[in-house]
Antibody, heavy 120, light 107 residues
Framework: QVHLQESGPGLVKPSETLSLTCTVS????????WTWIRQPPGKGLEWIGH???????NYDPSLKSRLSISIDTSTNQFSLRLSSVTAADTATYYC??????????????WGQGILVTVSS | DIQMTQSPPSLSASVGDRVTITCRAS??????LNWYQQRPGKAPKVLIF???SLQSGVSPRFSGSGSGTDFTLSIISLQPEDFATYYC?????????FGQGTKLEIK
């Protein structure tokens, strides 16, 4: 059973860069897609972007100019960097495995989520 | 971008009831429609993929149907652990998008 765990600062100042890491355990990071999804407080889920283990990325166009997702297969980790953050980026950030191309492109395993607040 | 619209936004029901949640896509998505359950303070969990396929380990009290633009999630014989928020998600094309959620509450 694969396990995902997000880590990073819970508080980021406006205009700075939000950086999070997802550590994958219980399975290999290779041969899968890996995704970041966020959820503003009290609101719904928002797909941020994903990458394949080879490093190929796919980003939400509304975030693309500020976003970078990368992977380190040697440490079984992938990361999110979102620059020039504002209060609108305050959310719980989830990392997830997927989309799984053989199962309807679902996100089948999720981290517990990490709340990131953008505030001075 | 594809917009996903769920109804109702909230729903009250009793243990043992049967409920149905609907999801409509702003354009045809074939059967690329997935359903997730999110309990308070927890990560979402996939229930249904491909509009009607039950994810491994999920109770058969959950079922999905539909294709094209209109989809439904049905839950029979509601149990206390089913009271949660449900999201549909289109996986037809990026940017992937979710419905706004349907909160299922105990009556």
């Amino acid at each position: 059973q694969v396990h995902l765990q997000e880590s990073g600062p819970g508080l980021v100042k406006p205009s700075e860069t939000l950086s999070l890491t997802c550590t994958v355990s219980g399975g290999s990071i290779s041969y899968y897609y890996w995704t970041w999804i966020r959820q503003p407080p009290g609101k719904g889920l928002e797909w941020i972007g994903h990458l394949y283990y080879t490093g190929t990325t796919n980003y939400d166009p509304s975030l693309k100019s500020r976003l970078s997702i990368s992977i380190d297969t040697s440490t079984n980790q992938f990361s999110l960097r979102l620059s020039s953050v504002t209060a609108a980026d305050t959310a719980t950030y989830y990392c997830a495995r997927g989309p799984l191309t053989d199962s309807g492109y679902i996100f089948d395993s999720w981290g517990q989520g990490i709340l990131v607040t953008v505030s001075s | 971008d594809i917009q996903m619209t769920q109804s109702p936004p909230s729903l009250s029901a009793s243990v043992g009831d049967r409920v149905t949640i609907t999801c409509r896509a702003s354009q045809t998505i074939g059967n690329y429609l997935n359903w997730y359950q999110q309990r308070p303070g927890k990560a979402p969990k996939v229930l249904i993929f491909g509009a009607s396929s039950l994810q491994s380990g999920v109770s058969p009290r959950f079922s999905g149907s539909g294709s094209g633009t209109d989809f439904t999630l049905s839950i029979i014989s509601l149990q206390p652990e089913d009271f949660a928020t449900y999201y549909c998600q289109q996986s037809y094309t990026t940017p992937y998008s979710f419905g706004q959620g349907t909160k299922l509450e105990i009556k």
